[in-house]
């Protein structure tokens, strides 16, 4: 678990955060995201002290970090940043053996940790000898979080994490980092710039703007109706009722009078917005729920786009 | 890349081809070869006195202003080196000998102010071409500030600071000449004789060995140094980084 208590950060005469209180509970994903300047990298360097705070108190798993050496604690947080940060002078295994090694794991355990870590972000075993100059932008960056995870910290930081990458890399990327959290079910802090990826991927979004916490929450709630004007047109952008939609899992809306017979049918997994977009290539208003005996009607799902 | 594959080569031949030419010189009527021989070697000798304490000096000044803590002696160090580059090693030597007496202390005094701003320069150059980015993962992944020195800062400058160690002896092998002025035998002596007996052929000799030995510094320190593998600070993949750069000045601006 991550607190902040009432934080603040000056650097000189600039305030950079004021009195932000943020819970961030075991085993979720939380987005911090926001403007640049917003102080939502410097909110997550607060985590692993790469930044003091000038006032109040952060908590790591209910410790004070400013009563924690800095190394130890940082050595048992995850780090990834966008400008990835390997060692050009270190092979990719020694790379991500850094934070083992640093903690006086033998040789052999490093070794069937890297070959564990190169799997888990699916990199062909034969690059582990490469220097990091030979990698692609995408299989540095899946280095980069392989040497985040090497010591299996609980908290993983990560700083637009997918951000120098192409798209299609960083589809990639987002769905692995998705599985490894299933997976894994550690703490992490992403911070980003896109309103899709936190969407996407975060249970808790935290929404910044001059230093301070404008919104957090659900993403679902973070786009409705009752959600603060900024957060929502960050979040939302053009369509925040289709944004939200497709947050929301249509059997939310699922009513208890069954289907009419030959009602088109939704996939068990599927979102309201999945649901209104085959209401609108069928032109049928209401639809069958796979699994599910009620019926979706359009009425009852335009009601929870607000 | 082929043609730099033995950059040792060269210099090795040269000095090879001076020394050859020197010793030459000795059966018309210059110094005979054992003598030039063992000049050589005191020449070496107080080379090597006189660039070791400046390339421990300018190490240790360069390591200390690029640390937090000495940045603001940066201008300090800077002027230090600048002010004793700009005086001619003869003139410290002039200058020193009647505080110091004749003999090694004037040169070794020359040949440290000498040696010592190559040695700086290339040392802050060096870390300060560190990525920045390498820098700030090595603290975050938990490097305690000497570790992340010793394992990421100092393997990722050695190359640069090597350069500037070569210069530095190359200079002081060249300049150890002058000791000849104070009294110190040097292959600087046969140059004096040759100039105050108005033999040229002394002078041609005392020259090429003197040019011979600083070669052959040069080539042996690049044979002995390890060849940039990659490490060199620009190679690391250039776009995540020019990213990390952009990252930097963003923070910047947030202080």
């Given amino acids: ?306 | 890349m082929r043609a730099i594959a033995h950059p040792w080569l060269a210099p090795l031949l040269l000095a090879a081809l001076l020394w050859a030419l020197a010793f030459g010189l000795a059966g018309v009527g210059a110094l005979p070869a054992r003598r030039l021989a063992g000049l050589a070697g005191i020449h070496a000798g107080l080379a090597l006195a006189g660039v070791v304490p400046a390339a421990l000096l300018g190490l240790l000044l360069g390591v200390a202003v690029t640390r937090k803590m000495g940045r603001p002696l940066r201008p300090a160090a800077d002027a230090l080196a600048a002010a004793a580059q700009a005086v001619p090693p003869v003139v410290v030597v002039a200058l020193a000998v009647p505080a110091m007496g004749f003999g090694w202390g004037p040169v070794v005094l020359a040949l440290l102010l000498y040696g010592l701003m190559p040695v700086l320069r290339a040392t802050v150059a060096a870390l300060e071409a560190v990525p920045p980015d390498a820098l700030l993962a090595a603290t975050a992944l938990g490097y305690t500030p000497f570790g992340r020195f010793r394992e990421v800062e100092a393997p990722l400058a050695f190359p640069l600071v090597l350069d500037g160690l070569r210069v530095a002896l190359v200079l002081g092998v060249a300049t150890a000449a002058v000791g000849a002025l104070a009294g110190a035998a040097t292959l600087g002596t046969p140059i004096v004789l040759g100039l105050q007996n108005q033999n040229q052929l002394l002078v041609l000799q005392g020259a090429a060995a003197t040019a011979a030995l600083a070669f052959a510094a040069e080539g042996v320190l690049l044979a002995l140094a390890p060849s940039a593998r990659g490490v060199s600070a620009g190679a690391a993949s250039a776009r995540p980084e020019a990213v990390g750069q952009a990252k930097a000045v963003e923070y910047k601006a947030v202080e």
Wanted: aromatic content about 2%.
């Fill in chain 1, 1 to 306: 678990m991550i607190r902040f208590k009432a934080v603040g950060v000056r650097f000189g005469a600039t305030e950079a955060l004021a009195d932000v209180s943020v819970t961030v509970e075991t085993g979720v994903l939380c987005a911090l995201v926001g403007p640049s300047g917003s102080g939502k990298s410097t909110l997550m360097r607060l985590v692993n002290r790469l930044i003091a705070p000038s006032s109040g108190q952060v908590l790591v798993r209910g410790a004070d970090v400013m009563a924690q050496p800095a190394p130890a604690l940082r050595r048992s947080i995850g780090y990834v940043m966008q400008s990835i940060g390997l060692f050009p002078h270190r092979s990719v295994a020694e790379n991500i053996a850094t934070v083992p090694r640093l903690l006086g794991w033998p040789a052999p355990r490093r070794k069937a940790r890297v070959a564990e870590l190169l799997a888990l972000v699916q990199l062909d075993p034969g690059l582990a000898t490469r220097r990091p100059a030979a990698l692609s932008g995408g299989q540095a960056q899946r280095v980069g979080l392989a040497r985040a995870l090497a010591a299996d910290p609980d908290i993983l930081l990560m700083d637009e994490p997918f951000g120098a990458v192409d798209p299609l890399t960083r589809r990639d990327l987002r769905a692995e980092l998705r599985r490894i959290h299933a997976e894994t079910g550690k703490t992490i802090l992403l911070v980003t710039h896109d309103p899709e990826e936190a969407l996407e991927l975060a249970s808790q979004i935290v929404v910044l703007r001059h230093g301070r916490v404008v919104a957090d929450g659900a993403p679902a709630a973070l786009v409705g109706s009752t959600a603060p004007a900024f957060a929502r047109a960050l979040l939302g952008g053009e369509q925040p009722g289709l944004r939200r939609l497709s947050l929301v899992p249509a059997r939310e809306a699922l009513a208890a009078a069954p289907a009419p017979e030959g009602a088109p049918r939704l996939a068990a997994g599927a979102s309201l917005a999945d649901a209104l977009s085959r209401m609108a290539e069928t032109g049928a208003a209401v639809l069958a729920l796979e699994g599910e005996a009620g019926s979706l009607r359009l009425a009852a799902i335009l009601e929870r786009g607000r």
